[in-house]
């Protein structure tokens, strides 16, 4: 199975990351005894909230010192001792010292609201389907709400997906004042690159949360988090209506993979030049909380 290939921003290099469990993923998808165990188990939300059970236990914090060195996890990130950890999901779900991530202070750029690998698409349409990797994006079933794709039809989004090394909190990219989280139920299937020989309708199926967040410099943004796999909930952590200030902590995701979508209207937002030219080779490039990724025209 591929592994994962992103290019890295601070670098500027290509970097190959090996996937974490990937014989099991790939055997989910790319088998048809693995695509049918996907559609009638693996995709539900009950084994995903069992498995964040198990993994919230006092034995399963056996599991972190085998995670970390496996992933090779920067523990300098860290803002208490690992030992102190009481579960894998207290670990997975840990919050950082925040001051390794500077955040552009420039106003009128709009920075990452997560560590993950990003694609940034400067036009997209409520009528249209596409391929995002292996996994196909339809602006409509993303949010559910037909006023809300009407409002940001012709305009445009980035996607960055966070791989089981990242910190998985998640914070608003501008200054600004959010609405309340909506719900919008679904499975919990898992995001590519593990699905070789199918797409995979992620962004319409997966359980997410959208939020319309008035933002000081870009409009209203849509910021929709989605889980997948093994994922045990969306937390969120802010007070809907309360002005908040660029990368406060809006909230985050349990165990597992994730992803988070932001929408801007048109002509809003002008992406970074990489971003484009990345996504344009489909190509994710791995930016960092509080990166720029675009600015006010």
Not at 245 to 256: D, H, M, T
Request: hydrophobic share 40%.
């Amino acid at each position: 199975m591929d592994n994962l290939t992103y290019m890295d921003r601070e670098s500027g290099r290509l970097v190959t990351e090996a996937v974490y469990a990937q014989s099991f993923l790939s055997w989910s998808y790319n088998s048809r005894v693995g695509l049918l165990a996907t559609e009638l188990i693996l995709r539900h939300k009950w084994l995903s909230r069992f498995y964040g059970w198990v993994n919230s236990t006092y034995w399963s914090r056996r599991r972190i010192g085998p995670f970390v060195e496996a992933l090779n996890i920067d523990l300098s990130d860290l803002n208490r001792p690992i030992e102190t950890f009481v579960s894998f999901d207290e670990f997975f779900s840990r919050e950082i010292d925040l001051s390794n991530r500077p955040i552009c202070p420039t106003p009128g750029v709009c920075v990452s609201p997560v560590d993950g690998r990003a694609l940034a698409y400067p036009l997209i349409e409520a009528n249209t389907t596409f391929r995002i990797k292996r996994a196909t994006f339809d602006l409509r079933e993303l949010v559910r709400d037909e006023s809300l794709a009407a409002d940001f039809d012709n305009g445009s989004a980035f996607v960055s997906r966070l791989y089981l090394a990242d910190y998985h909190h998640f914070h608003f990219p501008d200054s600004g004042k959010p609405g309340p989280a909506a719900n919008v139920p679904g499975k919990y299937y898992a995001v590519s690159p593990y699905a070789r020989r199918t797409l995979v309708p992620f962004y319409s199926e997966n359980h997410r949360m959208v939020t319309v967040f008035h933002s000081d410099h870009f409009g209203p943004i849509g910021m929709v988090e989605i889980g997948a796999f093994t994922i045990g909930s969306i937390q969120q952590r802010y007070c809907p209506d309360k002005h908040v200030e660029k990368s406060a902590r809006k909230g985050l995701f349990g165990l597992g993979g994730s992803t988070i979508v932001l929408l801007f209207e048109p002509g809003a937002i002008v992406f970074d030049n990489d971003l484009i030219s990345n996504t344009e080779k489909e190509l994710e490039t791995y930016i960092r909380l509080g990166d720029a990724i675009g600015r006010v025209p």
